[in-house]
């Protein structure tokens, strides 16, 4: 029963959505799509709600087990109730409740969150150089046409480097953005999107016929 009832919410859910996709909005079947969009949101709004309790339970334990690392476990934990007690809280009772500019949840993501994404981001940029000094060695001629595409589209992109571009002749930015990102780079994103499409539709039937069941924790 536990694994049969899945597999066919999973069977049914699919096939109407597939076959509604085929019907005018205004007809029974037209109308599930919408109805299963809305059920979507909600089953989505309890699997968030599932994270935070899972998450503060693994940490929880954690902390009391005095684990490596238990000292940042608890600067978590506080960190998602101080973010989320107050945002769930009606701005009626306190204008520092909800989720409104000068909230307590608008403060934390204002000057807390962000310039701490804002850095992480930073960071990834060093490593990030760090791998395109390795890829762009011109050791063969493939190498090199990418280190050389990769160079003048750095430049293309930042002001400074346009201006250097439109020191030579022939409208050199014109060209990289008609030719390069307009046509092979467009192509080659095509194709990489086809691909995954292909990817989630084969997915997506595997799940509808029972074949694939790793969302329920099975192999």
């Known amino acids: 029963m536990r694994t049969t009832v899945p597999v066919l919410i999973a069977f049914i859910s699919g096939i109407v959505l597939v076959v ?6 205004g007809t029974w079947l037209g109308d599930l799509e919408q109805e299963f969009t809305v059920w979507l949101t909600i089953v989505g709004g309890f699997t968030l709600l599932l994270g935070v309790v899972s998450i503060t339970r693994v940490n929880w334990t954690a902390v009391k087990r005095k684990k490596e690392g238990w000292k940042y ?8 109730f101080a973010m989320a007690i107050p945002s769930v809280l009606s701005p009626d009772w306190s204008p520092l409740f909800g ?6 949840y608008d403060w934390l993501f204002q000057y807390q969150m962000s310039p701490m994404m804002a850095t992480m981001f930073a960071t990834l940029a060093f490593y990030i150089a760090s791998a395109a000094f390795r890829a762009f060695r011109a050791r063969s001629l493939e190498a090199t046409l990418l280190l050389v595409t ?3 589209i750095m430049l293309w992109r930042i002001p400074m480097g346009e201006w250097f571009l439109n020191l030579f002749p022939g409208d050199i930015p014109y060209l990289l953005n008609t030719y390069i990102m307009g046509g092979i780079n467009m192509a080659v994103q ?20 029972g074949i694939e069941r790793t969302y329920m924790g099975k192999g």
């Open 20 to 25: 509604s996709f085929f019907f005018r909005k």
């Open 73 to 80: 476990k608890i600067l978590t934990l506080i960190a998602i």
């Open 150 to 152: 990769a160079t003048l």
């Open 99 to 104: 989720r409104a500019e000068g909230s307590i």
């Open 190 to 209: 095509r194709g990489i999107i086809i691909g995954a499409a292909l990817g989630a539709a084969s997915m997506s039937l595997r799940i509808i016929l």
